[in-house]
């Protein structure tokens, strides 16, 4: 399973941008799906997670900014930023959850990394 993520450039504070992930290979069902992201200097951290169409949760820093939306017909993920803030700049991964058989192993896999940058 591969994943594509797109979407990360310049903004300015207070703008908005809308990342995406598309994850393509085999596959039997795809669980968890969330985006990351590490600071230069800093840990990754976990910005948004999504484990079904309806149950999301989010970061303490994000909340009532960021949304994280699914399609599974297209086994993508998105993460809508909004009001962003230059401490949003950060490299942004996201991740997936997944499972190849029924009952199978739990796998997981990254995405390469979209840089979005927020000057102030």
């Known amino acids: 399973v591969q994943l594509q993520a797109s979407g990360g450039g310049l903004v300015q504070a207070g703008g908005s941008l809308r990342l995406s992930c598309v994850a393509s290979?085999?596959?039997?069902?795809?669980?968890?799906m969330g985006w990351y992201r590490q600071a230069p200097g800093k840990q990754r951290e976990l910005v948004a997670l999504?484990?079904?169409?309806?149950?999301?949760s989010y970061a303490d820093s994000v909340k009532g900014r960021f949304t994280i939306s699914r399609d599974n017909a297209k086994n993508a993920v998105y993460l809508q930023m909004n009001s962003l803030k230059s401490e949003d700049t950060a490299v942004y991964f996201c991740h997936v959850g997944y499972r190849r058989i029924l009952l199978g192993r739990y796998l997981e896999v990254w995405g390469q990394g979209t840089l979005v940058t927020v000057s102030s």
């Open positions: 999504s484990t079904s169409s309806t149950n999301t």
């Open positions: 290979g085999r596959f039997l069902s795809i669980n968890a």
